[in-house]
């Protein structure tokens, strides 16, 4: 009975209003490249200070959602992801919007967010304390394990492994310029104050999808001609819905179990879940020319993260990711503690929350598919006022992280390097992916070493470290056999 009473709350029409307003907000927040979930929600914690609980951290959560959905709508339409989380969504994304088939790569993209989103809610609400004890048994040796395996993705995500394995050592290097993580002294900044902190990601991304994509385009541009696109397609039809079903169960499972593990993150994730989905298909060749799983992998997976990344700060007090961290002021903002005595103290909060999930995602879905066709008409535009417009949305974004002017050229190095890496063939993923690990390998590798004394059986002698490790060979080796395989079977068939 209590539960329903909790429940009642959550289902007025102001506290769903609230739910509604933030959703909405974070969707349009995630589809301009730059503004991240993150920054919506530290902007409008503040306007939480005077609001019931339950309504104000509820319009938080539904500014969380909407925001790591919102960022495909640009990753799809603009080769530009609206946030870090939706890099992985640009890679068939794009190209089904290049077909003129973006309606379908949108509503993929709203069904798979959704999916995932629900999956998720519904272990934040059964499991929250039960799975967020697993996340406290993992320390620095299973952290390093774990960016370890997730930088094996590279292998298979190049269909040329050398210039693969050289893009994913270029984003380690560049990883490492800024403060050493346990020392604290300066690598690779050449003196430069404004590189002390390191490159900031979001606008190396920016320049590397974004920025690099203006320059691809302006070689297509020729005299005065203006060319469109022709957008046709809302749904996916029924092979495709079919056929993305594996992939859109395994990116929900990746995604919860993830954003379950504090400090990783929906990049992280739906990296993971291309990989794997890539890997499961019979037919991964056509991943990265316009595959609707490829979609449904990566959008199922960053969403997922949102509810699953909340079991931890709830039960644990441990933010599971840096969006939930500053949602964790938010929560102090009310006089609130995260941790297990939340559960027994205060009872309407969780329920409240565990209701609110739901409902921001499914307003998320309704809004995403009402959106569709206006979204898709950002296609329209003709070609040289998107180009233009693309620029100047690329150089406010980079710029409002951190009001930074270092940013601005970091941004436009990353849009040189990302130019070059397409004319040569290079794998921009690869290079994303060793940027957003390489750090977390680094520092623990590191940390753990030190705690074991530089001992390395010791560091690598827990259970959960095994695993990683022996999915990491197996994962390096998968490529390999596959492509012997294949040879094997050439061989075998008459000429």
């Known amino acids: 009975m209590d539960i329903l009473q909790h429940l009642s709350a959550v289902l007025s029409l102001e506290v769903m209003w609230f739910i509604a307003l933030g959703t909405l907000g ?39 959602i909407g925001g790591i959905y919102g960022g495909c709508i640009s990753a799809i339409l603009l080769r530009t992801p609206g946030t870090p989380s939706s890099a992985a969504t640009v890679l068939d994304g794009y190209p089904l919007a290049q077909k003129g088939e973006a309606g379908k790569a949108l509503g993929m993209a709203t069904i798979a967010s959704f999916v995932g989103g629900l999956f998720a809610a519904i272990v934040l609400a059964t499991l929250a304390p039960q799975l967020a004890s697993i996340a406290l048994k993992f320390g620095a040796p299973e952290y390093f394990a774990l960016a370890l395996f997730g930088l094996t993705i590279i292998a298979s995500l190049s269909g040329d492994l050398l210039k693969g394995a050289i893009a994913g050592l270029l984003g380690v290097l560049i990883s490492t310029v800024g403060a050493d993580p346990i020392s604290g002294v300066s690598r690779y ?4 104050p404004g590189f002390a902190a390191g490159l900031s990601f ?8 974004a920025l690099s994509e203006v320059f691809v385009q302006l070689e297509k541009i020729v005299g005065d001609k203006i060319v469109t696109l022709k957008v046709s397609g809302r749904w996916p039809n029924r092979a495709e819905m079919r056929e993305s079903v594996p992939a859109l169960l395994r990116g929900s499972l990746i995604g919860t179990v993830i954003g379950i593990v504090p400090g990783v993150g929906s990049g992280t994730a739906s990296w993971i879940a291309y990989n794997e989905a890539r890997r499961a298909s019979k037919t991964p060749e056509k991943f990265g020319t316009g595959h609707v799983p490829g979609v449904a992998a990566t959008e199922s997976a960053n969403n997922a993260v949102c509810a699953a990344a909340l079991i931890p700060l709830l039960a644990l007090g441990i933010p599971g990711d840096v969006v939930t961290a500053v949602l964790m002021g938010g ?10 005595m939340l559960f027994e103290s205060r009872p309407d909060i969780i ?23 206006l979204f898709s008409r950002i296609l329209l535009i003709p070609k040289r006022l998107l180009t233009m417009s693309i620029v100047t949305f690329c150089f406010i974004g980079a710029f409002s992280i951190n009001l930074n002017p270092v940013d601005l050229y970091t941004m436009v190095a990353f849009g040189v390097l990302g130019y070059v890496m397409q004319k040569f063939g290079f794998s921009q993923a690869a290079l994303c992916i060793a940027m957003i690990l390489g750090p977390m390998a680094e520092a623990n590798l590191r940390r753990g070493l030190l705690q074991t004394r530089d001992n390395v059986l010791e560091f690598v002698s827990g259970p959960i470290t095994i695993t990683f490790l022996v999915l990491t060979v197996l994962s390096l080796l998968w490529p390999l056999l596959r492509d012997l395989k294949a040879r094997r079977r050439m061989a075998e068939q008459p000429n």
């Open 202 to 209: 979001t606008p190396a991304l920016i320049g590397l999808f």
């Open 26 to 64: 974070g969707l349009v927040i995630g589809a301009l490249p730059g503004l991240t979930a993150t920054m919506g929600v530290a902007l409008l914690i503040p306007l939480t200070f005077g609001m019931a609980p339950v309504a104000g951290l509820n319009m938080l959560i539904g500014i969380y």
């Open 351 to 373: 329920v409240g929350i565990f209701g609110g999930t739901f409902l921001a995602t499914v307003f998320m879905f309704i809004f995403g598919m009402l959106g569709i066709g």
């Open 189 to 192: 900044t050449f003196g430069l």
């Open 331 to 340: 929560l102090m903002i009310q006089g609130l503690a995260p941790g297990p």
